[in-house]
């Protein structure tokens, strides 16, 4: 009798086994599906209202839209670039900011297919981009800044473009990539006016700890870390790379400059997205009260 209630118990046992390997298997399986088809085509459009010091009246409402990572490689299709320009397009910005990482370290991009996209991107002022990581380690750095220039896009390389409303301006200075390209900080703060407000582009979010001491931006826009790009729900990303470890995602402040990290809309490595949808930034600016 013993014998076979033992028996009966560990068939029991051996059928929850079975189920529970099963629930996992096809848990898992939808997991990878969501990861690899639906996160990164589920593009989110995030729309932030920001008060900035020393933004004149006349720029009340200016809209900046910011992409980040587009890693153009067999897994961004042109499909999938034409939707994010299309989408894009469609938040009517008065200014376009692109920080960073266009193409992927050794990955082969189309020149031509990349112009073709960058140059159907709309803006009522002007486009900007600056350089990251990626760009630089592609080796193909000048002939990615003349497919930049060529699509109507200026390279904010240490640079600073001024936005006119008549007499006033708000300007949109860029340096090159903190840690893998040419950066120079003090020639593009030389070219800021302390009564217009600046804007400032760069690759790396964590960069904000050296460029908040300079009490010259009222903004930092990044990007890099992807969010995580695979991140388990309310937990911390498993892996950051090297200048997106602290500030990886969303708005943050040091000191008195505010800083925003865009998730990016490509991928790096394992090609997957979980916890991290790719995002466009729309940004509302206005004076402070």
Known sequence: MLVKQSFTLLRKIRRWID????????LLTCCYVYAKKIEPNWIEVVPIELAIPHLDQ?????????????????FMTDQRLAKIIK??????????????????????FDAEKLKQALSQLRSKSVTVAVLGNHD??????????????????????????FVERGAKKLAL????????????????????????????????????EKSAQTHKFALQ????SHG???RIPFLHPLVLPYGGQKYFAGLNQVED???????????????????????????TLHPVS
Not at 136 to 155: C, F, P, V, Y
Not at 259 to 275: A, I, Q, V
């Open 173 to 208: 200075a860029g340096i090159d990539d903190p840690y893998w390209g040419n950066p120079d900080l003090p020639k593009t703060i030389a070219q800021l006016n302390d009564q217009i407000a600046a804007i400032l582009l760069v690759h790396e979010p964590d960069y904000i």
């Open 228 to 230: 995580g790009q695979i």
């Open 257 to 283: 400059t505010l800083t925003y990290t865009n998730r990016g809309l490509g991928m790096t490595g394992l090609p997957l997205r979980f916890g991290s949808r790719p995002e466009i930034t729309v940004f």
């Open 221 to 224: 826009l990044s990007g890099h």
């Open 136 to 161: 630089h380690w592609g080796q193909k750095i000048e002939e990615l800044k003349q497919i930049i220039r060529d699509s109507n896009i200026t390279i904010l390389d240490n640079q600073v473009f």
């Open 58 to 74: 006349t720029f009340d409402g200016f809209k900046i839209v910011q992409i980040s990572d587009l890693h153009v490689s067999k």
């Open 87 to 108: 989408l894009v397009n469609q938040q009517q910005a008065d200014a376009i900011a692109i920080t960073g990482d266009l193409i992927t370290q050794g990955i082969r």
């Open 19 to 26: 189920r529970i390997t099963l629930i996992t298997l096809i």
